[in-house]
């Protein structure tokens, strides 16, 4: 069944996310704040764009966000031309940002007191899931908003699921994150001693990947941290911008972080390489002495 679809965001995530629900037979209006970029996604996919996030938002059945952090969040929803002034009731706001759990939690108590639905939902898959339509989706809100919703979210979605109360996709989202950043700091470490040694690294990790160590990190990205290249995925500057989110609500929650806080230090070190805009694998080369 075609929806009419508004997707506010159209960055290196968002762009591909609402190409997949558009060649899904969706009715889709996009917002960018980069009019340009809206423009592109136009040559590329059936659709509509909008001027402001209020009008793309207008007689939606179900509105998208996908921006940078809660700042832009609260400016494309509450703000003077976000969406939670036109958003029609009955209607579902699925935001895909990455962002706070108390944000999430704000956003749902408005649209529950104004008559439509919310789903905190951010992914995970970085680039490549996004372009692939093969996203990991952790969803926090009401059941009956998910199941309105959830036939649209399965356009880029491989795995979807409803983990409780809003801000709980949120919270999800912060234990994936603090995952990878342990996981890629060992492998960093593991990849750098066996170099150190004089292994040969992609046969050793030809081996080791078919056993107890393996990780998508390691099948995805050893390669290229053998190579010293880092233009593959999701940027040191949004790692940072999650994990601090995550190191945050760990005070609110008293949880000890103690990994976590070193890899976000070591991410520091990163960034005062130059490398910003390299992908978080990128923790091996603070290593490379």
């Known amino acids: ?28 209006t996009v917002y960018n704040r980069t009019t340009a970029k809206a423009d592109k996604w136009l040559t590329e996919y059936k659709g509509s764009k909008e001027e402001s996030p209020a009008k793309a938002a207008e007689g939606m059945d179900f509105v998208f966000t996908c921006v940078g952090n809660d700042n832009d ?61 093969a996203l990991t989706v952790m969803i926090g809100g009401d059941k ?18 409803l983990l409780g ?8 989202k912060m234990v994936n994150q603090i995952c990878i950043g342990g996981l890629v700091q060992a492998l960093s470490e593991g990849i750098n001693f066996g170099l150190k040694a004089g292994l040969n ?6 081996v080791i990947s078919k056993g107890a160590a393996q990780s998508w990190q390691m099948e995805n990205r050893y390669k290229t941290m053998i190579d010293d290249k880092f233009e593959f995925g999701f940027a ?21 972080l103690p990994i976590t806080e070193i890899v976000d230090q070591y991410y520091g070190d990163v960034q005062k390489l130059g490398g910003n805009r390299w992908d978080t694998s990128s ?3 603070r290593l490379r002495k």
């Open 1 to 28: 069944m075609s929806c009419n679809v508004a997707f506010i965001g159209l960055g290196v995530m968002g762009y591909p996310m609402a190409g997949y629900i558009s060649k899904a037979g969706h009715n889709v």
């Open 73 to 133: 969040l609260s400016e494309v929803t509450i703000g003077k031309n976000g969406i939670y002034n036109t958003i029609k009731k009955g209607a579902v706001h699925i935001d895909n940002t990455t962002a706070s759990a108390e944000i999430a939690r704000k956003l749902y108590k408005s649209s529950k007191a104004h008559g439509w639905g919310f789903l905190d939902a951010p992914v995970s898959g970085g680039q490549a899931g996004a372009e692939n339509g």
């Open 144 to 161: 009956e908003d998910y199941e309105k919703a959830k036939h649209v979210i399965d356009c880029y979605s491989k795995k979807m699921k």
């Open 165 to 172: 109360k809003a801000g709980n996709g949120q919270l999800a």
């Open 201 to 206: 690294m992609e046969d050793v990790i030809e």
């Open 236 to 256: 040191v500057d949004w790692m940072r911008k999650d994990l601090k989110i995550a190191l945050d609500e760990s005070k609110k929650n008293n949880s000890l």
């Open 283 to 285: 923790l091996i080369r």
